[in-house]
Protein backbone atom coordinates (compact mmCIF):
# COMPACT_ATOMS: atom_id res chain seq x y z
CA UNK A 1 0.00 0.00 0.00
CA UNK A 2 2.73 2.48 -0.53
CA UNK A 3 1.63 5.79 -2.11
CA UNK A 4 3.88 8.30 -2.98
CA UNK A 5 2.36 11.31 -4.73
CA UNK A 6 3.86 14.39 -5.23
CA UNK A 7 3.20 17.80 -6.25
CA UNK A 8 4.53 21.39 -7.48
CA UNK A 9 5.35 20.74 -10.93
CA UNK A 10 4.21 23.26 -13.90
CA UNK A 11 4.82 25.77 -16.23
CA UNK A 12 7.89 28.08 -15.53
CA UNK A 13 10.03 30.82 -17.42
CA UNK A 14 13.21 29.82 -18.30
CA UNK A 15 15.86 31.39 -15.12
CA UNK A 16 12.80 30.81 -12.74
CA UNK A 17 12.38 28.25 -9.20
CA UNK A 18 10.07 25.21 -7.99
CA UNK A 19 9.99 23.35 -5.59
CA UNK A 20 8.86 19.78 -5.77
CA UNK A 21 7.32 17.75 -3.42
CA UNK A 22 6.67 13.94 -2.77
CA UNK A 23 4.28 12.54 0.17
CA UNK A 24 4.62 8.95 1.13
CA UNK A 25 2.60 6.91 3.16
CA UNK A 26 2.26 3.15 3.48
CA UNK A 27 5.50 2.81 4.45
CA UNK A 28 8.36 4.00 7.02
CA UNK A 29 9.92 6.72 5.57
CA UNK A 30 12.71 6.66 7.41
CA UNK A 31 13.91 2.83 5.98
CA UNK A 32 14.22 4.30 2.73
CA UNK A 33 16.47 5.90 0.86
CA UNK A 34 14.52 8.40 -1.17
CA UNK A 35 15.48 9.95 -5.12
CA UNK A 36 14.39 12.02 -7.97
CA UNK A 37 14.22 10.84 -11.35
CA UNK A 38 13.29 12.18 -14.30
CA UNK A 39 12.25 11.38 -18.39
CA UNK A 40 12.37 14.28 -21.18
CA UNK A 41 10.07 14.08 -24.11
CA UNK A 42 11.07 11.38 -26.29
CA UNK A 43 14.22 10.34 -23.75
CA UNK A 44 14.80 7.94 -21.15
CA UNK A 45 14.86 7.68 -17.70
CA UNK A 46 17.64 10.01 -16.31
CA UNK A 47 18.44 10.21 -12.40
CA UNK A 48 18.24 13.66 -10.87
CA UNK A 49 19.44 13.32 -7.22
CA UNK A 50 19.13 10.70 -4.22
CA UNK A 51 18.69 11.40 -0.22
CA UNK A 52 19.50 9.02 2.56
CA UNK A 53 17.71 8.33 5.22
CA UNK A 54 18.63 10.81 7.40
CA UNK A 55 19.54 13.29 5.02
CA UNK A 56 22.79 12.87 6.08
CA UNK A 57 24.08 11.69 2.01
CA UNK A 58 23.26 13.90 -0.86
CA UNK A 59 24.30 13.49 -4.42
CA UNK A 60 23.65 14.56 -7.23
CA UNK A 61 23.55 14.84 -11.40
CA UNK A 62 27.01 16.49 -12.05
CA UNK A 63 25.07 18.43 -14.25
CA UNK A 64 22.20 19.61 -11.89
CA UNK A 65 24.10 20.30 -8.39
CA UNK A 66 24.68 23.64 -8.57
CA UNK A 67 20.99 24.49 -9.42
CA UNK A 68 18.83 21.51 -7.77
CA UNK A 69 18.65 20.50 -4.07
CA UNK A 70 17.15 17.34 -2.62
CA UNK A 71 16.08 17.67 1.13
CA UNK A 72 13.56 15.64 2.99
CA UNK A 73 11.15 16.00 6.13
CA UNK A 74 10.67 12.40 7.89
CA UNK A 75 8.05 14.38 10.20
CA UNK A 76 6.45 14.76 7.21
CA UNK A 77 7.24 11.54 5.42
CA UNK A 78 7.91 14.25 2.58
CA UNK A 79 10.67 14.69 -0.36
CA UNK A 80 11.69 17.73 -1.97
CA UNK A 81 13.52 18.87 -4.79
CA UNK A 82 14.45 22.83 -5.08
CA UNK A 83 14.98 23.55 -8.81
CA UNK A 84 16.85 26.83 -9.42
CA UNK A 85 17.75 28.78 -12.53
CA UNK A 86 15.74 26.17 -14.57
CA UNK A 87 16.45 26.09 -18.03
CA UNK A 88 14.65 24.61 -20.66
CA UNK A 89 16.52 20.89 -21.27
CA UNK A 90 15.20 20.59 -17.89
CA UNK A 91 11.75 20.48 -19.14
CA UNK A 92 10.50 16.40 -18.39
CA UNK A 93 8.32 14.65 -15.72
CA UNK A 94 9.98 13.83 -12.39
CA UNK A 95 9.27 11.42 -10.53
CA UNK A 96 10.25 10.67 -6.83
CA UNK A 97 10.83 6.86 -5.76
CA UNK A 98 12.22 4.56 -2.96
CA UNK A 99 14.49 2.43 -2.02
CA UNK A 100 14.46 0.30 0.76
CA UNK A 101 17.70 0.34 2.80
CA UNK A 102 18.95 1.70 -0.46
CA UNK A 103 18.17 -0.98 -2.75
CA UNK A 104 16.44 -1.15 -6.01
CA UNK A 105 13.95 1.43 -6.49
CA UNK A 106 10.76 -0.32 -4.92
CA UNK A 107 8.21 1.93 -5.56
CA UNK A 108 7.61 5.65 -7.63
CA UNK A 109 5.36 8.54 -7.69
CA UNK A 110 2.77 9.67 -10.77
CA UNK A 111 5.34 11.98 -12.01
CA UNK A 112 4.88 15.84 -12.10
CA UNK A 113 5.32 17.51 -15.49
CA UNK A 114 7.60 20.37 -15.14
CA UNK A 115 7.74 22.71 -18.33
CA UNK A 116 10.23 25.30 -18.85
CA UNK A 117 9.87 27.55 -21.47
CA UNK A 118 9.34 31.60 -22.58
Known amino acids: EVQLVESGGGLVQPGGSLRLSCVASGLTFDDYTMSWVRQAPGKGLEWVST????????AYAESLKARFTISRDNAKNTLYLQMNSLKSEDTAVYYC???????????WGQGAQVTVSS
Open 97 to 107: ASSWYGHEYDS
Open 51 to 58: ITWNGAIT
